[in-house]
């Protein structure tokens, strides 16, 4: 025999004869500190059965102690898993229990039944592993006729971190194990990085598929949420929805955009079938921007979106943001410029960027074809960037940019697998100032790249110029063939030439290796060849050439120059003009005009000066801000004038520095001869001709010129003037 617990027991049963009622008013069952009382009411019903209820209060209960009181039959289903294993800690109070009951042929029978009680500090385990509620008190109903379990919580429970508000819970099919579900729903407020926590372990693993680090999110949060999930143990995370909606506010989120976090943010926060969205305003780098972010929690939120995340931002790009983005844009683009970006990326980081750009604020400029549109001009572009997985730029597409004088469309650019190197770009419709052609360039890893350009007009007038340029070099070790066909390449202001082809190549030092051109120079034809370090040039009409690449007053003639470069590149050689003449030359009209040759100024300033030849040997010296033009044991000769020459012009500075000496020549000499006094100075007082040393200095535009007569001319001098053994 099993002995009894001790137990004091008090009833008091009644009988109604008249209403065949029998009454249990008063049954209490005490067991130490816990007396349930019970009462209930049983009457005949028809001819052989007999029906009631009973009911039995109990003022409190421990919560651990639930398994005493609760049948043991009936320790099974969404019931007893919820309040029986589900709850924990707290102490149920005020609890009214009631059964209909009815006996029959078939025996006793209780149906119907109900329960209604209140929990204080109740902790309330709903779906392991996620974080349980504590603290809870409210009141609860148990109806097994609808089969439902309700608990209604009052404000200052806690999940992991989060207070809730007045929270409900409801749980359907209590009676039947394997397919009821439980809904939740509370508003509830803390911490950014609580709310992190919750949304990162299993089931819900949102950090499994959107990168998550629930320590780096700052801020405060404030949402109403409804959390629906399945009631039988082990259900999958698909059956699990969660809707929510609320305010994040002071947040900071880290590699919101780039490397750059979003900080001081409030932002309204929608969480509907797995796909998080937040969106408002914040700042990155102190920029103000306007942000928004869709995050999918879930494969199958995922396949329904088309993306893990996307993020969209609209912002004014500050220099302190583009330091922050580590945006190299120098010196193409400055800041501000103002952006809309859309970023899509799947789980493997794979995605792509949508750009556009409102590049009025900003300047640009590319340098190589000397294009430049001030800050306040309109401007606008676009592209789409894709990225790997791994999140590594892989590929601009459709870069297209408008401004004054610039037009890009379909600019493709390629990158190799760093994401830093470029290794092919096509720009197939281009219009930057006066050039219109395409562009494509390759890059070959360790080998040479290329570059082509095709076109109606090639501007080459800043490239020539040797203005100083990041963008005329290729990197170090990057080795550069060049290949230009163009209708006309304009070489400076008012200055052009082609139809030309040239091919050239270029080494990693910067230094020409090899150029073969060929060029109508309207009129004539201008051939250079340049390998192996020897450099052969052919000109047609030397005037037309010369004035190609700015250098004025000469028209008509032939010109050839041959040279050899040393390993710096400095080229040596010498250079022959000949039957050409000289008309409205700035330089040489400043030396006749200083020698007070009114004639032959006029003859220069009209129909010109012929010269039958020129040579002089010369030093190219090639430098990065413009080529250093050294002159030496340079002599002209014509019917007029003969000339000696030597000196620099730098082509960076246009400073020009020339010494030499004039003779007349012809009879012009012999009539100077004939002036008293001025002929015996000039000629000697013998049949000699006239002659000056002079210096030029200044520029090709201003010369100035000095000019001292010669008292004795040397024989020497006239026969290299003239081209004298």
Do not use: C
């Not at 019970?38 to 028809?46: N, P």
């Not at 082509?651 to 006094?677: E, F, H, M, N, Q």
């Amino acid at each position: 025999a099993v002995p009894l617990p001790p137990l004091s027991l008090k009833a008091r049963l009644a009988w109604h004869p008249e209403e065949k009622r029998a009454a249990l008013e008063v049954f209490n069952v005490t067991d130490g500190d816990v007396t349930v009382r019970v009462s209930g009411t049983l009457a005949q019903q028809g001819a052989g059965g007999w029906g009631g209820y009973v009911e039995g209060q109990l003022d409190a209960l421990e919560q651990a102690r639930l398994a005493e009181a609760w049948p043991h039959a009936l320790r099974y289903g969404p019931a007893w898993e919820w309040l029986g294993q589900n709850l924990s800690q707290g102490t149920f109070k005020d609890i009214t229990a009631r059964t209909d009951v009815s006996i029959g042929p078939e025996g006793l029978r209780a149906t119907g039944a109900t329960a209604e009680f209140a929990f204080t500090d109740m902790t309330a385990d709903y779906r392991a592993p996620l974080a349980p509620v504590e603290g809870a008190n409210g009141t609860g109903r148990l109806d097994a006729r609808a089969q439902t379990l309700t608990l209604d919580m009052t404000e200052g429970a806690r999940v992991g971190g989060l207070t809730l508000g007045p929270a409900h819970l409801a749980v359907d099919h209590i009676l039947t194990v394997g397919v009821g579900r439980a809904r939740f729903s509370t508003p509830l407020a803390g911490a950014l990085s609580a709310l992190g926590r919750y949304l990162v372990p299993e089931p819900i693993n949102a950090g499994r598929y959107v990168p998550l680090d629930p320590s780096a999110l700052v801020g405060n949060v404030a949402l109403d949420i409804v959390l629906d999930l399945p009631t039988q143990p082990g259900a999958r995370v698909e059956g699990i929805d969660v809707v929510a909606s609320g305010k994040v506010t002071e947040a900071s989120i880290p590699n919101a955009v780039g490397r750059a976090d979003l900080t001081q943010a409030a932002l309204d926060v929608t969480l509907k079938d797995w796909l998080l969205t937040l969106k408002g305003q914040g700042h990155l780098a102190n920029a103000p921007v306007v942000f928004t972010r869709e995050a999918a929690l879930q494969p199958a939120a995922v396949k329904a979106a088309g993306f893990a995340i996307r993020t969209k931002t609209d912002l004014t790009l500050s220099e302190e943001l583009r330091a922050a983005l580590r945006l190299d844009l120098e010196p193409y683009v400055t800041v501000p410029a103002r952006l809309e970006v859309t970023e899509t990326r799947a789980q493997d980081k794979s995605g792509r960027a949508e750009v556009t750009a409102d590049l009025a604020p900003s300047g640009l400029a590319i340098p190589p074809l000397g294009y430049a549109k001030p800050p306040g001009a309109p401007a606008s572009a676009t592209l789409s960037a894709h990225f790997a997985p791994g999140g590594v730029l892989s590929e601009v597409r459709d870069l297209s940019v408008a401004g004054p004088d610039l037009s890009l469309k379909g600019v493709r650019m390629v990158f190799v697998e760093d994401g830093q190197h470029l290794e092919a770009l096509t720009a197939p419709d281009a219009v930057v100032g006066q050039t219109m052609a395409s562009l494509t360039y390759k890059a070959a890893v360790g080998g040479r790249h290329t570059l082509t350009l095709e076109g109606h007009v090639v501007d080459a007038t800043t490239f020539l110029s040797g203005a100083p340029s990041s963008e005329q070099a290729a990197p170090e070790d990057s080795p550069l063939d060049i290949t230009l066909s163009a209708q006309t390449l304009i070489t400076g202001p008012g200055r052009a030439l082609g139809p030309i082809s040239l091919a050239a190549a270029r080494e990693a030092s910067g230094r020409l290796s090899r150029l073969g051109m060929r060029a109508e120079t309207r009129p004539g034809t201008l051939e250079i060849n340049y390998s192996k370090g020897t450099l052969t040039l052919t000109a047609t009409n030397a005037g037309a050439a010369l004035a190609t690449f700015g250098y004025a007053g000469v028209t008509g003639g032939t010109a050839r120059i041959e040279g050899n470069a040393d390993p710096t590149g400095t080229v040596r050689g010498n250079a022959l003009m000949e039957a050409f003449t000289a008309r409205r030359a700035p330089v040489l009209a400043k030396l006749l005009g200083a020698m007070s040759l009114t004639g032959l100024l006029n003859a220069l300033n009209g129909k010109g000066l012929a010269f039958s030849r020129l040579e002089t040997d010369f030093t190219w010296a090639w430098r990065p801000g413009g080529a250093l033009l050294s002159l030496s044991d340079g002599r002209s000769s014509g019917n007029a004038l003969g000339l000696t020459f030597g000196g620099t012009h730098n082509r960076a500075t246009d400073a020009l520095d020339l010494t030499g000496t004039v003779v007349l020549l012809s009879g012009l000499s012999g009539l100077v001869g004939k002036i008293p006094v001025i002929g015996t100075i000039v000629t000697g007082g013998g049949s000699g001709v006239f002659a000056a040393t002079y210096t030029i200095r200044g520029s090709l535009a201003a010369p100035e010129v000095s000019v001292n007569p010669l008292s004795v001319l040397a024989p020497g001098v006239l026969r290299q003037i003239l081209f004298q053994p």
